[in-house]
């Protein structure tokens, strides 16, 4: 097998919905042992193409078969109810370990979106679009990256994904806010994104795509322990939630310069005309709880506008201001989409319209106070 077939290999399987009857355990171990089997497969043609050049094959077994390792005796010790043991193998392996994830930047210049459900007709101030408050954290339940009661920023970058993570609610009952760092501030995070092959990586030198495609083998066992799909989304614990939890809890712990966890939503619907970075997430835990409002460190670091309800971009025709019609950057002549089958091209879907309504100038984004 070649690294980019590896690659499509397990996003389809992680995209595939599991049958109730699965044991988790098993269905874990096998997803892991089948990894390992394809990654000493890896042909020799795709060995000297896509990676680099001094590697030693043998050693990249093992050191995939470590992580495989670590995330199974993780798993059990977490199950005989050891819990500050599998925080600590995570730890060593994933947080502290050298070179086996991902780690990547976020800056101001990159648009997030928030979104919530509303309670009333009305239209969310920032703060209401922030983490919960610490006054209310009882009503903080278990997320894939957080614990009960532990307030943590989820932010999408797009609002389809928003959408989706909040299993699709109606649009009538949907409010979204843009989010963004301050100007001039920079977070680090860790970076278990799904790879998407589909992504223009033009702008990479053939060296750093080969180190590009070394970090993604490193990474999947995590990725493939943190993006399995729930059986039973209402269920009170989650086996799925496991690993994702262990990874949140072994990084708060380590290093105060990390500020969350970069990964693909496992909601990611292919009957949209999108690519796979439209489904990517960050999850911000707060950095210090406090007794009342807000995290001070999270309010530095971001600025967001009011939430908009969807009602009220239909009343204001918001959807209008970006139709179905475009330009065409070569001719300047005006041309119509067409489509067969799937989505409109995003940026002409309501979401993609919002988007852009978002990121216009008359949308004023600010500090929470």
Same mark, same amino acid.
């Given at each position: 097998m070649t690294v980019s077939e590896i690659n499509k290999k397990f996003v389809q399987k992680l995209n595939v919905e599991r049958q109730v009857c699965d044991d988790y355990r098993q269905y874990l171990h096998g997803l892991l042992t089948e990894y390992v089997k394809d990654i000493e497969g890896l042909s020799l043609e795709s060995i000297i193409v896509d990676l680099p050049i001094k590697l030693i094959h043998d050693q990249l077994v093992a050191e995939i078969k470590k992580s495989v390792s670590a995330l199974i005796r993780a798993y059990g010790y977490y199950s005989k109810g050891q819990l500050s043991t599998a925080i600590e193998i995570m730890r060593n392996r994933f947080i502290k370990g050298k070179n086996v994830v991902k780690f990547s930047t976020l800056s101001s210049s990159q648009d997030w979106f928030r979104a919530r459900k509303l309670t009333s007709i009305q239209s969310y101030e920032p703060k209401d !679009?922030?983490?919960?408050?610490?006054?209310?954290?009882?009503?903080? #339940?278990?997320?894939?990256?957080?614990?009960?009661?532990?307030?943590?920023?989820?932010?999408?970058?797009?609002?389809?994904?928003?959408?989706? +993570?909040?299993?699709?609610?109606?649009?009538?009952?949907?409010?979204?806010?843009? #989010?963004?760092?301050?100007?001039?501030?920079?977070?680090?995070? /860790?970076?278990?994104? /799904?790879? *998407?092959?589909?992504? *223009?990586?033009?702008? /990479?030198?053939?060296?750093?795509?080969? +180190?590009?495609?070394? !970090?993604?083998?490193?990474?999947?066992? /995590?990725?493939?322990?943190?993006?399995?799909?729930?059986?039973?989304? *209402?269920?009170?614990?989650?086996?799925?939630?496991?690993?994702?939890?262990?990874? !949140?809890?072994? !990084?708060?712990?380590?290093?105060?310069?990390l500020f969350g966890i970069m990964y693909t939503s496992t909601h990611f619907d292919n009957a949209w005309s999108v690519s796979m970075d439209k489904y990517t997430n960050v999850a911000i835990p707060v950095k210090k709880i406090q007794t009342k409002g807000y995290c001070d460190a999270l309010k530095r670091y971001f600025r967001l506008s009011r939430g908009i309800p969807s009602i009220e971009a239909e009343v204001k025709n918001v959807f209008g201001l970006v139709s179905n019609i475009s330009l065409n950057e070569k001719t300047g002549l005006i041309g119509y989409y067409s489509y067969d089958g799937g989505s409109a091209p995003y940026e002409k879907t309501k979401f993609g319209q919002m988007e852009a309504f978002l990121k216009s100038s008359g949308v004023t984004l600010e500090q929470v106070k």
């Open positions: !679009m922030f983490h919960i408050p610490f006054e209310k954290r009882s009503e903080v #339940v278990n997320y894939r990256f957080s614990i009960t009661g532990y307030p943590c920023l989820y932010l999408g970058s797009s609002i389809l994904s928003c959408w989706e +993570e909040m299993h699709c609610p109606s649009l009538d009952d949907f409010a979204v806010s843009r #989010v963004n760092l301050t100007k001039g501030c920079e977070i680090q995070t /860790l970076d278990i994104r /799904l790879p *998407d092959e589909s992504a *223009d990586n033009s702008a /990479l030198t053939d060296s750093d795509k080969r +180190e590009e495609n070394l !970090m993604r083998l490193k990474t999947w066992p /995590l990725i493939i322990a943190c993006a399995i799909k729930t059986i039973n989304p *209402d269920s009170c614990f989650k086996y799925e939630y496991i690993h994702p939890q262990l990874l !949140m809890l072994a !990084m708060k712990e380590t290093y105060k310069d």
